[in-house]
């Protein structure tokens, strides 16, 4: 249920974007797919996504060293569909379909595998053309690598290359846990950090506002119910 203090019916921004990883479902994807592999190659993925996200090396020194490294199969990433759907952060299956009907366009941006997220995107009512994320392909043997091409969103500047190019309705809001996220600030409106899942001081403090839960979200993209 929407707090009675907002007016669901008058959003402040007229798109928003949500990172996925560790911000819509509480699970990091790749980490995900490592730790199905031998302990030492989880450490590593999950060591590189630590640094990626705190800002300390740019993704894509690690991108396709991680995506190598693990080689997930098509059936790995049906289960890591389900895995994003189990991780759900609570609330967002009510705000995002509210955002919706409120006129907003809603937008999922992730340096995640595409095929895995897509799932999620239509259980919260997103369509599957406002999904952006990394795509993969399926080599001879079986398992899934990075498809060649422009993949922006497996590199460090991808996400505010990739908020440009779709030239989204403004006022627009970035929602995300991560230093891939913070870089979207300056071409959206305001950049909330998100820290339901995992709390990053180099992000929340170049934010515009910080949320811990999808429910403290309302506020934030609502406006206020007139006191009458
Ligand atoms: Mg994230």
Redesign the pocket.
């Given at each position: 249920m929407p707090p009675l203090s907002v007016d669901v019916r008058r959003p402040r921004f007229k798109s928003v974007i949500f990172?996925?990883?560790?911000?819509v479902c509480a699970i990091?994807g790749i980490d995900w797919l490592a730790a199905r592999r031998d302990p030492e190659i989880a450490r590593e993925s999950e060591a590189l996504t630590a640094q990626a996200?705190a800002g300390d090396i740019p993704i894509e020194a690690v991108y396709t060293r991680r995506l190598e490294r693990i080689r997930p199969t098509a059936g790995e990433l049906i289960a890591l569909a389900d895995a994003y759907r189990e991780s759900v952060q609570p609330g967002a299956q009510e705000l995002i379909p509210a955002l919706q009907r409120a006129g907003c366009q809603v937008h999922l941006l992730s340096g995640g595998l595409r095929i895995a997220i897509v799932p999620i995107a239509i259980q919260l009512g997103v369509p599957a053309d406002r999904v952006h994320a990394v795509a993969v392909t399926r080599d001879a043997d079986g398992t899934m690598s990075l498809l060649d091409g422009d993949q922006p969103l497996a590199t460090q500047r991808g996400k505010p290359l990739t908020v440009q190019r779709l030239a989204l309705p403004k006022p627009t809001v970035m929602i995300?846990?991560?230093s891939t996220?913070a870089a979207v600030r300056g071409v959206v409106t305001e950049f909330i950090a998100y820290t339901g899942v995992a709390r990053r001081e180099s992000v929340v403090t170049v934010a515009d506002a910080e949320a811990d839960s999808f429910a403290a979200l309302y506020p934030l993209l609502f406006f206020p119910a007139s006191s009458r």
């Open positions: 990172d996925v990883d560790s911000t990091e996200m995300g846990d991560g996220d």
